[in-house]
């Protein structure tokens, strides 16, 4: 056995080899026209990757919440009234951070496992009078998937802006912005993204432009201003260079190496595969009688499986998981933080990690006493469902 378990959590992710490769060149300068090409490249395909044509893409060093950071900043005015769509963990951040830049903050949902419907989405937009609403695509403390182009548009009816933490989903869930009414998406490099962390990727669309040059007041930080960065962007994509912040050009260069991946594949393609993964999953879990905290189908992200613990088993069973040579993640959610697994299962999985991943799963449980977990019925599900 390889002496590195197999990483399957919600980010970071395995890496593949040519991102591995990109990642382990010498420094360039952040001069260099061949860094130039490489963040020009990277600008260019996160339009693709985002569904946004007409967005306006930055990429800058710091995390996913880094991101979301930028985006409330950017975005956020003092006494502006914003809707969290609350699906988890990562909504109650976005809370806290748009309260932090001055938003007064309503939410809606909250109920563990469940997306709200459009009916109350609809009744929180016209109570709250929101003109900023956010969105978690995949909130990665629950595993569930929020129907984005739905919410968009009640948003978009009442003329609110729409921002989504696309963490967890962009490049592995569909996500369409411009199609689906979408101002501002987010996410950082080590999620479906495939590269290391270290990078958030943010996508703007016109009226989040358009809302941040109407401020009036000056943007509360400095190092996430879109002001400050906006040359920078613009001038890397259209093969000049400027300096703002010094770049992270190893980082670059492996993002460049995992978009190139990416575009290859096509988001069309990659997005159903990601489904075919999760279906294989789901299989397993349903054949090993274990239950997902989504409470149904529609609202199961593809990115990870969010899935309880049976009776009689506990916590303890990441560690029993991790003696088989995967490394899986436990629960999130502050509610049931302890009642449940999470496996990531995004970027290049496939049918080998899938299979590995269940039946390590599979010997921990049938070590722990769960007994529909000691025929090999979960790893044959899988093989079975992909
Ligand atoms: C991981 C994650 C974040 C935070 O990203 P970091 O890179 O850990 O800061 C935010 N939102 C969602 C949905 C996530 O999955």
């Known amino acids: 056995?390889?002496?590195?378990?197999?990483?399957?959590?919600?980010?970071?992710?395995?890496?593949?080899?040519?991102?591995?490769?990109?990642?382990?060149?010498?420094?360039?300068?952040?001069?260099?026209?061949?860094?130039?090409?490489?963040?020009?490249?990277?600008?260019?395909?996160?339009?693709?990757?985002?569904?946004?044509?007409?967005?306006?893409?930055?990429?800058?060093?710091?995390?996913?919440?880094?991101?979301?950071?930028?985006?409330?900043?950017?975005?956020?005015?003092?006494?502006?009234?914003?809707?969290?769509?609350?699906?988890?963990?990562?909504?109650?951040?976005?809370?806290?951070?748009?309260?932090?830049?001055?938003?007064?903050?309503?939410?809606?949902?909250?109920?563990?496992?469940?997306?709200?419907?459009?009916?109350?989405?609809?009744?929180?937009?016209?109570?709250?009078?929101?003109?900023?609403?956010?969105?978690t695509h995949v909130d990665t403390s629950t595993g569930v998937l929020a129907p984005v182009r739905e919410y968009a548009a009640l948003a978009r009816e009442r003329g609110a802006l729409v921002i989504v933490d696309g963490v967890c989903s962009v490049g592995g869930e569909d996500l369409r912005m411009d199609e689906w009414g979408v101002d501002l998406a987010l996410t950082a490099s080590q999620k479906a993204l495939g590269a290391p962390p270290g990078l958030a990727v943010l996508v703007a669309g016109p009226r989040a432009m358009e809302k941040w040059r109407a401020r009036k007041t000056p943007v509360g930080a400095f190092y996430v201003d879109f002001g400050e960065w906006l040359p920078v962007m613009e001038a890397y994509e259209h093969g000049r260079v400027a300096y703002f912040g010094t770049p992270p050009v190893q980082l670059i260069a492996a993002l460049d190496a995992s978009l190139a991946s990416l575009v290859a594949e096509g988001m069309d393609t990659r997005c159903d595969r990601h489904r075919r993964i999760a279906h294989a999953f789901r299989s397993a879990w349903t054949a090993l009688e274990l239950q997902m905290l989504p409470i149904n189908e529609s609202v199961t992200a593809h990115t990870l499986s969010a899935v309880y613990y049976p009776q009689g088993v506990d916590a303890a069973l990441v560690a029993r998981v991790r003696e088989h040579g995967v490394v899986i993640a436990g629960g999130l959610h502050p509610a049931a933080r302890t009642k449940y697994f999470r496996v990531g299962h995004m970027g290049s999985t496939g049918l080998p990690e899938i299979l590995t991943t269940v039946g390590a799963v599979e010997r921990a449980l049938a070590a722990s006493g769960w007994s529909a977990a000691m025929s090999g019925r979960g790893v044959a599900a899988a093989e079975k469902a992909w």
């Open 1 to 135: 056995m390889s002496t590195r378990p197999l990483l399957m959590i919600p980010g970071p992710i395995e890496i593949e080899a040519g991102v591995q490769v990109a990642m382990a060149r010498g420094s360039l300068s952040h001069l260099d026209p061949e860094f130039m090409q490489a963040f020009s490249r990277v600008l260019t395909r996160s339009r693709d990757v985002f569904g946004a044509p007409t967005g306006q893409p930055f990429v800058i060093a710091g995390s996913g919440t880094l991101a979301m950071e930028m985006a409330a900043a950017n975005l956020v005015e003092r006494g502006d009234a914003a809707l969290v769509i609350d699906t988890g963990f990562f909504g109650d951040r976005m809370a806290r951070i748009l309260e932090r830049h001055g938003a007064t903050v309503t939410r809606v949902g909250g109920v563990l496992g469940a997306a709200s419907s459009i009916d109350e989405v609809s009744a929180a937009l016209a109570s709250s009078g929101a003109t900023i609403v956010t969105i």
